[in-house]
Nanobody, 127 residues
Framework: QVQLVESGGGLVQAGGSLRLSCAAS????????MGWFRQGPGKEREFVAS????????YYDDSGKGRFTISRDNAKNTVYLQMNSLKPEDTAVYYC????????????????????WGQGTQVTVSS
């Protein structure tokens, strides 16, 4: 079992920044890849970013490229999502997820690949 707890969400004006954190516990954090997803009002849950177990490989949805940065600290069992130049369309509940069955130093980008999910943290960007 893996437990994931997100934090760092909040209300920010357009153009502002937020840093989300996701603390993991329960299994060897450095052995699995992590992802961030989001679900806006009336929308499907969508991929935002993911990172391999080593941190050497990262993946981003086009909507976040150049604005979002995913990183991880395996010593702290934590993954981060730095979000800059936020837009109102970034408003959503953000979820972190763990893929514990990954077989290699890469990361999945699809929702169904992930085994464990956090409870989510709300990000609201005002115009």
């Amino acid at each position: 079992q893996v437990q994931l707890v997100e934090s760092g969400g909040g209300l920010v004006q357009a153009g502002g920044s937020l840093r989300l954190s996701c603390a993991a516990s329960g299994r060897t954090f450095s052995r699995y890849c992590m992802g961030w997803f989001r679900q806006g009002p009336g929308k499907e849950r969508e991929f935002v970013a993911s990172i391999s177990w080593s941190g050497r490989k990262t993946y981003y949805d086009d909507s976040g490229k150049g604005r979002f940065t995913i990183s991880r600290d395996n010593a702290k069992n934590t993954v981060y999502l730095q979000m800059n130049s936020l837009k109102p369309e970034d408003t959503a509940v953000y979820y972190c997820a763990a893929d514990v069955d990954i077989n290699g130093d890469f990361a999945a980008t699809q929702t169904h690949s992930y085994d464990y999910w956090g409870q989510g943290t709300q990000v609201t960007v005002s115009s």
